[in-house]
């Protein structure tokens, strides 16, 4: 059967289509293959609306973000790795208040400063290793971080025990020493 726009008759097979990238000059040479198989490419781009836009998103701060940190004594090499399912500047804020209320008991980091009366600063001393939600994840990244404190030599770890969690998937990751 001929088209009514070619001399050319129809094949009655439609050709299959391969979705790829186009890659400018690279994309026609790999046209030109693909058409010797009886393929035709579908070209798409990376240049979508959402790569293009997606840095005009608000970022969360880290202080407003939930997860694992590290707060370091600024007069020693001790560290505090803890967790939290809140804003991590609210947890920064029990801290900081237990060391101004004279309540060692209320966590082991204040518990440091008070009782070596070192200083303290919560802008500079403390770090987000990694945002999560609470739950497991959140307790298998702590519990790595803190295998990871504790096999460096140069640092003195304040926490009281590990959390409740699998231990092999941290010793793992971070072999003790001992």
């Given at each position: 059967?001929?088209?009514?726009?070619?001399?050319?008759?129809?094949?009655?097979?439609?050709?299959e289509?391969?979705?790829?990238?186009?890659?400018?000059?690279?994309?026609?040479?790999?046209?030109?293959?693909?058409?010797?198989?009886?393929?035709?490419?579908?070209?798409?781009?990376?240049?979508s609306?959402k790569?293009?836009?997606?840095?005009?998103?608000?970022?969360?701060?880290?202080?407003?973000r939930?997860?694992?940190?590290?707060?370091?004594?600024?007069?020693?090499?001790?560290?505090?790795?803890?967790?939290?399912?809140?804003q991590?500047?609210?947890?920064?804020?029990?801290?900081?208040k237990?060391?101004?209320?004279?309540?060692?008991?209320?966590?082991?980091?204040?518990?440091?400063?008070?009782?070596?009366?070192?200083?303290?600063?919560?802008?500079?001393?403390?770090?987000?290793?990694?945002?999560?939600?609470?739950?497991?994840?959140?307790?298998?990244?702590?519990?790595?971080?803190i295998?990871?404190?504790?096999?460096n030599?140069?640092?003195?770890?304040l926490?009281?025990?590990?959390?409740?969690?699998?231990?092999?998937?941290?010793?793992?990751?971070?072999?003790?020493?001992?």
């Amino acid at each position: 059967m001929l088209d009514s726009t070619t001399i050319h008759p129809r094949s009655s097979k439609s050709p299959e289509w391969v979705r790829t990238p186009f890659l400018g000059k690279l994309s026609l040479k790999l046209s030109k293959i693909l058409g010797q198989r009886g393929l035709r490419p579908a070209f798409y781009s990376h240049n979508s609306s959402k790569n293009l836009l997606s840095h005009l998103n608000d970022p969360v701060r880290p202080d407003r973000r939930s997860g694992v940190y590290h707060i370091h004594c600024n007069d020693c090499p001790s560290v505090y790795i803890g967790q939290t399912g809140q804003q991590l500047r609210l947890r920064i804020h029990v801290h900081t208040k237990a060391i101004r209320n004279d309540t060692p008991e209320k966590s082991n980091f204040s518990d440091h400063i008070l009782a070596s009366r070192h200083n303290f600063d919560s802008t500079s001393s403390v770090k987000v290793l990694h945002s999560a939600s609470k739950g497991k994840w959140l307790t298998t990244l702590e519990n790595i971080q803190i295998t990871k404190a504790q096999t460096n030599p140069r640092g003195s770890l304040l926490n009281a025990v590990l959390p409740t969690c699998d231990v092999s998937l941290a010793g793992f990751y971070y072999p003790s020493n001992n």
